[in-house]
């Protein structure tokens, strides 16, 4: 199919952005902006020539998986940045080869996936070889600008309001692992009794020791791009919440250690689906998460910091509505200090939605230099 039919909305777009633009006016070029994105399964519609000049684009993330060669050609023929996002800990096929490597409960067997989530778990080798297998070529074959890990953290669903997130891996693998690495004496109980002991008395030690095996896949991964793209960016796509939200889960339950991870992250890619998880009607709540993200680790949104941020914002209706009237709001509070870019989630399902998308343009064409 040509190009051309598969963007039927780039004909309304160009009659609208022809029409003198009355709310420009109420924006401001934000130059401290670099980066102004969108994420998409696949860039279907941003291809063709001129296409990103006139939604105001200049960088496109996508899943490592659509990257090719000509879309990569094709983007860069437009002066945009491309990224790929790369599934870290969320590729559930591998468990049907592999069932030694889904996730341990408390009480001893395979954890359900919550809400249908699976998570792989942390110390199984062969699946960390599989991933860092495809990571490293991804890196190889494609001239992209950066790569962004997804699904970093463990086995729970946490992308809505009200998350479940079961205590695991207490697999054998695990509980070995962290009794010799943490150099802590286990007594040989069965896993029930262990896992209590792991979540009670050693529970600071036992957090500790999975967000570290989650910082050393990362640390594997920078390594990796050092090798092979050494000038590309090391970016992550996290969970939202700050340290002490859902009583410490970041940490406690994702493993998820944010200061641990910013030694081999560039890029901090917050996630705060305002709609999708409990604030509908506060998109407030978006720069409230990303300043507290930039207090936690020490970045401004000055120039030439090693580190940044740029949120990934909710546009596209999952779980919850984000009306049109909101658009110009969003990517207000996704653009503001100390984030230095802003991309918005998601491309496939939003690209449909012509009136949100003429919104995004004209914001993105304002905050343009
Ligand atoms: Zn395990």
């Given at each position: ?194 896992a209590r002991l792991l979540l ?94 930039g207090q936690h680790l020490g ?63 004209v914001y993105y064409r304002e905050?343009?230099?």
């Amino acid at each position: 199919m040509p190009l051309t039919n598969l963007i039927p909305y780039l004909s309304i777009s160009v009659a609208f952005l022809a029409m003198p633009l009355a709310t420009a006016a109420a924006g401001e070029p934000r130059p401290h902006v670099e980066i102004r994105g969108v994420y998409g399964w696949d860039p279907t519609g941003l291809l063709e020539p001129g296409s990103l000049d006139e939604l105001g684009l200049n960088a496109v993330f996508m899943s490592s998986r659509q990257v090719t060669t000509e879309r990569v050609a094709l983007l860069k023929q437009q002066g945009a940045k491309v990224y790929a996002e790369f599934n870290t800990m969320h590729v559930a096929s591998f468990l049907e080869d592999n069932p030694d490597a889904a996730p341990i409960g408390i009480d001893g067997e395979v954890s359900p996936p919550p809400h249908g989530w699976q998570g792989i778990c942390p110390s199984h080798e062969g699946y960390r070889q599989f991933r860092m297998d495809e990571f490293r070529e991804v890196l190889s074959n494609f001239e992209i600008d950066g790569i962004w890990l997804d699904y970093h953290h463990s086995h729970a669903s946490w992308e809505r309001a009200e998350p479940a997130m079961p205590d695991t891996c207490f697999c054998e693998r695990c509980i070995d692992q962290f009794e010799q690495q943490t150099k802590t004496k286990l007594p040989g109980l069965a896993t029930p009794e262990l896992a209590r002991l792991l979540l009670g008395e050693h529970k600071e030690t036992w957090v500790q020791w999975r967000c570290d095996l989650f910082t050393d896949w990362i640390r594997e991964f920078r390594a990796i791009l050092d090798e092979t793209r050494p000038r590309a960016l090391l970016g992550t796509y996290h969970c939202p919440w700050s340290d002490t939200d859902y009583d410490g889960a970041l940490r406690d339950k994702l493993a998820i250690d944010l200061k641990a991870q910013a030694e081999y992250i560039d890029v901090f890619s917050i996630m705060p689906y305002h709609a999708r998880f409990g604030h509908a009607d506060d998109p407030a709540w978006i720069s409230r998460q990303t300043a507290w993200l930039g207090q936690h680790l020490g970045i401004k949104g000055t120039p030439n910091e090693r580190h940044r941020i740029w949120p990934i914002v909710q546009l596209s209706d999952w779980g919850e509505t984000v009306p049109v009237d909101q658009v110009r709001e969003v990517l207000d509070h996704g653009s503001r200090r100390p984030a230095t870019g802003v991309m918005v989630f998601n491309w496939g399902s939003l690209r449909g939605q012509t009136d949100k998308v003429e919104e995004m343009a004209v914001y993105y064409r304002e905050i343009r230099e």
